[in-house]
């Protein structure tokens, strides 16, 4: 899989926003990749305890990314109003995402409405958090570095990962929704992604969304190694 990530970070040549993207998370990214639960979880190597808890985990961000892409295009400055188009189109795809999570857990015999009601892990909650300070003090446009992140690693680990679980663990196909659906999906989203900030002109829009990119593969990292 690094060398797969690997090959994929050569392709680009450092020209446009996307590629300079690709070029300055790729020591982020590589450091995310080798986190221990990540590798098991590619080679079917973690328990149904340890799938649920991020299948958790995963639903206490993902309800924010609705209200994050709302707060995002609200904040928009008029120079950016062409943007505001795209993230309508962003929102209408993840809405309802968190509740496919909920039924993946339900699928692997866990408690929904538990997950639903307990407290995220901290790792997690520093994560969300992070991504509405961003929106909401810092420059909207940082948003799309957490896209990037959660985008490129459902397009790289998902459906990799789902396959391996599922053969280890026995679980039925309706317990990994959530994954399989992102490891498609995200492949078409990332296209769209790519050609919306090659758009991106300004020097701190630019520098905003390597940042927060860089930022949240740490972040997310903390999220998995919280869980092992």
């Known amino acids: 899989m690094q060398h797969k990530l690997n090959s ?20 982020s990214r590589g450091e995310f990749l080798n986190v221990p639960i990540l590798q098991r979880a590619l080679q079917g190597q973690v328990t149904r305890d340890e799938y649920v808890s991020f299948l958790g985990q995963a639903y206490h961000h993902v309800r924010h990314t609705v209200p994050l892409l709302m707060g995002c295009g609200y904040r928009l400055p008029d120079r950016m109003n062409w943007l505001r188009k795209a993230i309508g189109e962003y929102i209408e795809e993840e809405v309802g995402h968190e509740e496919w999570i909920l039924d993946d857990i339900r699928a692997c015999g866990a408690d929904a409405d538990a997950v639903r009601n307990a407290k995220p892990f901290a790792a997690t909650e520093l994560m969300v958090a992070y991504a509405y300070d961003t929106v909401q003090r810092r420059n909207p446009i940082g948003m799309f570095g957490m896209v990037f992140v959660l985008e490129t690693t459902s397009t790289a680990l998902a459906s990799s990962a789902a396959g391996a679980i599922q053969n280890s663990l026995g679980l039925p196909k309706t317990a990994f929704r959530y994954l399989t659906s992102h490891g498609s999906l995200d492949q078409e989203h990332i296209r769209f992604f790519q050609s919306l900030v090659n758009q991106f002109e300004d020097p701190d829009d630019i520098d905003t969304l390597l940042h927060c990119a860089q930022m949240v593969y740490r972040l997310y990292g903390d999220m998995f190694r919280s869980i092992s």
């Open 8 to 27: 994929f970070t050569q392709e680009f040549d450092v020209t446009s926003v996307y590629d300079r993207l690709i070029a300055a998370t790729e020591a």
